[in-house]
């Protein structure tokens, strides 16, 4: 006899009366159910059309990165910030949304942390064009840092 039969032997359902009773007919007619969440027919909203252009955006900074080790100046440093500072923007709003609800939080602290994340968006972005116009600039300072 096995260790598994012997450990789970008590646990068997041998006479349970539940599994022995009939369910009645009304809840084995068939009815339809969807669970697509996009319909053909219908309209999309506005937060669809603001993810699609979210996820090709973040599909087009994949080949943006490795681009940006090799190609040095000015544009290139714009360009990457530009694209950093939207790509991390969307990302903490989503966060905010999902994480700072008034439910969770409270209505005060939700009231707050919106507007908080475009701040630190408004100063990432100063940050990083400040330091692109004022210093060697994103792209330069990554390679000065892998030399090291």
Same mark, same amino acid.
């Given at each position: 006899?096995?260790?598994?039969?012997?450990?789970? %032997? $008590?646990?068997?359902?041998?006479?349970?009366?539940?599994?022995?009773?009939?369910?009645?007919?009304?809840?084995?007619?068939?009815?339809?159910?969807?669970?697509?969440?996009?319909?053909?027919?219908? *309209?999309?909203?506005?937060?669809?059309?603001?993810?699609?252009?979210?996820?090709?955006?973040?599909? *087009?900074?994949?080949?943006?990165?490795?681009?940006?080790?090799?190609?040095?100046?000015? !544009?290139?440093?714009?360009?990457?910030?530009?694209?950093?500072?939207?790509?991390?923007?969307? %990302?903490?709003? *989503?966060?905010?949304?999902?994480?700072?609800? $008034?439910?969770?939080?409270?209505?005060?602290?939700?009231?707050?942390?919106? $507007?908080? *994340?475009?701040?630190?968006? !408004?100063?990432?972005?100063?940050?990083?064009?400040?330091?692109?116009?004022?210093?060697?600039?994103?792209?330069?300072?990554?390679?000065?840092?892998?030399?090291?």
């Amino acid at each position: 006899m096995s260790l598994s039969r012997i450990a789970l %032997g $008590p646990l068997r359902l041998r006479s349970c009366n539940l599994l022995a009773k009939q369910l009645p007919m009304a809840s084995m007619i068939p009815s339809q159910r969807h669970t697509a969440t996009y319909a053909p027919g219908k *309209a999309m909203g506005p937060h669809a059309l603001h993810f699609k252009v979210e996820r090709y955006f973040a599909a *087009a900074m994949v080949p943006l990165i490795p681009a940006a080790y090799f190609v040095h100046g000015p !544009i290139m440093d714009m360009v990457l910030v530009g694209a950093l500072t939207l790509h991390i923007h969307w %990302g903490v709003v *989503a966060v905010v949304n999902d994480y700072a609800r $008034p439910i969770v939080v409270g209505p005060t602290i939700h009231r707050i942390a919106v $507007p908080l *994340a475009y701040v630190a968006t !408004i100063l990432l972005l100063a940050g990083l064009l400040h330091f692109n116009t004022n210093d060697v600039g994103l792209t330069k300072a990554f390679e000065m840092i892998f030399a090291l």
